[in-house]
């Protein structure tokens, strides 16, 4: 059975930062792309990036290049994401996902396992 479970999110100030975490079980990760997708209140859910099986990091939201970084430890079966220079518009629940193959895809239905979310707040 594949399980995901994310964790690290929390409150932090404008400006902080936060490593997110992706815990797989069930399931050998390193075949496949995973993806950071996330959900803000009153929106849709939106992949903002995700990295291949061959470690390429694609951006799908501008507004988180520069810093948010996606990594991977295939012997841990575990991803990362690493958020610095927190803005209040990075509030939202943020979730990782596994994709259907080794590549990134930019759409959530790209993903078919994903983790119970993580809650990030970015507030003063």
């Known amino acids: 059975q594949v399980q995901l479970v994310d ?8 400006g902080g ?20 997708i996330r959900q803000a209140p009153g929106k849709e859910r939106e992949v903002i ?13 501008n507004s988180v290049k520069d810093r948010f970084t996606i990594s991977r430890d295939n012997s841990k079966n575990t991803a990362y994401l690493q958020i610095d220079s927190l803005r209040p518009d990075d509030t939202a629940l943020y979730y990782c996902a596994t994709a259907r193959g080794p ?11 994903y983790g119970q979310g993580t809650q990030v707040t970015v507030s003063s």
């Open 103 to 113: 590549f990134c895809g930019g759409v959530y239905w790209s993903y078919d396992h």
């Open 17 to 36: 930062s936060l490593r997110l975490s992706c815990a797989v079980s069930g399931f050998t990760m390193a075949h496949y792309a995973i993806g950071w």
């Open 49 to 61: 990036l995700c990295i291949s099986s061959s470690n390429s990091s694609v951006y799908y939201a």
């Open 7 to 14: 964790s690290g999110g929390g409150l932090v100030q404008p």
